[in-house]
């Protein structure tokens, strides 16, 4: 079963920035669809960002376009979201996901949980404003 552990969670100010890490173990990573979602208290768990399986494409939601950016490294089986310019809106409990490239048929499928079967505890993301 793959497991990811997600980290670099924390309290930053309004304006700042973090970079939170997923890694992932698996022996064949390069072949994971990857995606970032979050969840806030009250709310339900929604789409942040997802990378395609080789890393050719990322997908972003409107709210964080701009200012997230997903990569990944396949030597290190690990994904990071680097969060600039950070809101108190971004507050949440962050949560990496990984499946098969073969769960993914379109690019929609990044942007839907159902598409992921793996998924970290998650880490908490503060936003002081």
């Known amino acids: 079963q793959v497991q990811l552990i997600e980290s670099g969670g924390g309290l930053v100010q309004a304006g700042g920035s973090l970079t939170l890490s997923c890694a992932v173990s698996t022996r064949t990573f390069s072949s994971y669809g990857l995606g970032w979602f979050r969840q806030a208290p009250g709310k339900e768990r929604e789409f942040v960002a997802a990378i395609a399986w080789r890393g050719g494409s990322t997908y972003y939601a409107d709210s964080v376009k701009g200012r997230f950016t997903i990569s990944r490294d396949n030597a290190e089986n690990t994904m990071y979201l680097q969060m600039n310019s950070l809101k108190h809106e971004d507050t949440a409990v962050y949560y990496c996901?990984?499946?098969?490239?073969?769960?993914?048929?379109?690019?929609?499928?990044?942007?839907?949980?159902?598409?992921?079967?793996?998924w970290g505890q998650g880490t908490q993301v503060t936003v002081s404003s």
């Open positions: 996901a990984a499946d098969l490239a073969g769960r993914f048929d379109d690019s929609s499928s990044y942007y839907d949980p159902r598409s992921y079967r793996s």
